[in-house]
């Protein structure tokens, strides 16, 4: 039986060579459409090249301040005031003898190497100090003070970001800033997410309560909740639902995979049952089971498989919905991330236990929790079905191999999962 640890560098060896990476895998977005559609909730894009920055950053000397631009040798004198120069104007050069009011952000008109704040004047705030005819320039000023130089932030042909590097808000904010209209990004993985079960519903086949109390159908839980985590990792998921019968399990997968997907993720059939597909289809095509120390979710398999004629790498996960989000969360999402330039862990801490709990010796527990006034209190049982629990809860709390007793008081790692 594998460790969590062991099992986690082994779908990381299988998964990470087949996230996209190279130069075919590349395509170009304009950075306005990544403005919208990376993030941190949704995972960002990953630079495919380097950009240049065609300008320096800033292009321009401008003014950090509202106040007035003037030369450092008239310090001490008072100036006589000339037009204003809001930002967006390319002003003319600034005479001797005088002061021109300038805004945050405007052009340093040529001429001028200083600008002093509004606020030491007379008048003390705009628009009152455009009335005045003339203006006394403190004593102390000194050329330089409060310009932003151009070039300052980045010099023109220097990379504004690096092959490799995540699309941040930061990012885009300066290709945006350097005019910069395009760049070349590393296309989301794609995940084929296959539901397991002749039980299970279609979408757009919702059967109302009483009929699912009265009935053996469910709704496909795992296919909706592992899509919805896959994309918040910036994964592009398709979804299929295969019925427990081998021959057509493959044809489906054969079909469903194609020459889309990167990778594909299975939830059941993989456990000591009868009709267990996943298991009976893909063992003979390379998937291996490997059982891990791990409740819930100790059920674990993958594996390079052989699907639409080409070798792909398969990570099936348990049945049960919180063993698939509990797997997911431990063994793919880090890897993912990483891919999509987030975090690879979750935030985590170590907190004291609320509670009194108990857990296989054997087997590293990841319970369901919340945090109140700094302490862990669990949400739920350890099973492995009850969804809702997990929905209530904040926070993955880790009970570690060869502790079969939590006390209130005792010191336990938890992930925010929120």
């Known amino acids: 039986m594998r460790t969590i640890g062991q099992h986690r560098e082994a779908v990381q060896a299988l998964v990470e060579p087949a996230l996209p990476g190279g130069r075919g895998d590349a395509e170009s977005v304009p950075v306005v459409d990544l403005a919208v559609a990376s ?20 292009a321009f000397d401008n003014s950090q301040m509202d106040g007035f631009a003037v030369r450092a040798a008239d310090a001490g004198t008072t100036l006589r005031v000339v037009a ?14 005088t002061a021109a009011p300038i805004m945050t952000g405007a052009r340093i008109p040529d001429g001028a190497d200083a600008v002093f704040p509004v606020e030491s004047t007379p008048a003390g705030a705009f628009p009152a100090a455009l009335d005045a005819e003339v203006v006394p320039v403190p004593d102390d000023l000194v050329a330089g003070t ?12 220097s990379a504004i970001a690096r092959a490799g590097q995540a699309v941040t808000p930061a990012v885009l904010g300066a290709l945006a800033g350097a005019g910069v209209a395009t760049v070349d990004v590393f296309r989301r993985p794609r995940v084929l ?25 469910i709704g496909d839980a795992n296919g909706v909740a592992l899509s919805a985590a896959l994309a918040e990792v910036g994964v592009e998921t398709r979804r299929v639902r295969v019925p427990d019968d081998a021959e057509r399990f493959v044809e489906a997968l054969d079909q469903a995979v194609g020459e889309w997907a990167d990778l594909v ?6 456990s000591a049952g009868a009709y267990e597909v996943v298991r009976q289809a893909l063992e003979p095509r390379g998937l ?8 819930p979710g100790g059920p674990q398999a993958l594996g390079s498989v052989t699907i639409a004629g080409r070798s792909v790498p398969v990570v099936a996960f348990p049945g049960n919905p919180v ?8 063994f793919l999402r880090p890897v993912l991330a990483r891919a999509a330039g987030l975090p690879e862990g979750r935030p985590s801490a170590d907190l004291p236990s609320a509670d009194a709990a108990t857990s296989p010796a054997g087997k590293h527990q990841v319970r369901r929790g919340t945090i109140v006034d700094g302490r862990v209190q669990f949400v739920g049982g350890p099973s ?35």
């Open 323 to 330: 063993s698939a989000l509990v797997s997911f969360e431990v």
């Open 288 to 295: 291996q089971v490997t059982p891990v120390a791990m409740q």
């Open 39 to 58: 993030g941190a909730g949704r995972g960002y894009r990953v630079l495919a090249a380097s950009v240049p920055a065609p300008t320096p950053l800033p």
């Open 265 to 270: 993720l299975t939830t059941g059939g993989i």
């Open 146 to 157: 409060f310009v932003r130089v151009a070039g300052s932030d980045l010099r023109a042909g």
């Open 193 to 217: 997410v296959v539901s397991t079960g002749s039980e299970l519903l279609h979408d757009g086949g919702a059967a109302a309560a009483g009929d699912l109390r009265a009935g053996a159908a």
């Open 84 to 97: 204003p120069i809001p930002a967006g104007l390319v002003p003319p050069p600034l005479e001797p003898g």
């Open 384 to 418: 492995s079905h009850l969804l809702w629990h997990y929905a209530e809860a904040t926070h993955l709390v880790h009970v570690p191999v060869g502790t079969s007793q939590v006390d209130p008081g005792d010191v336990l790692t938890v992930w925010s999962i929120r």
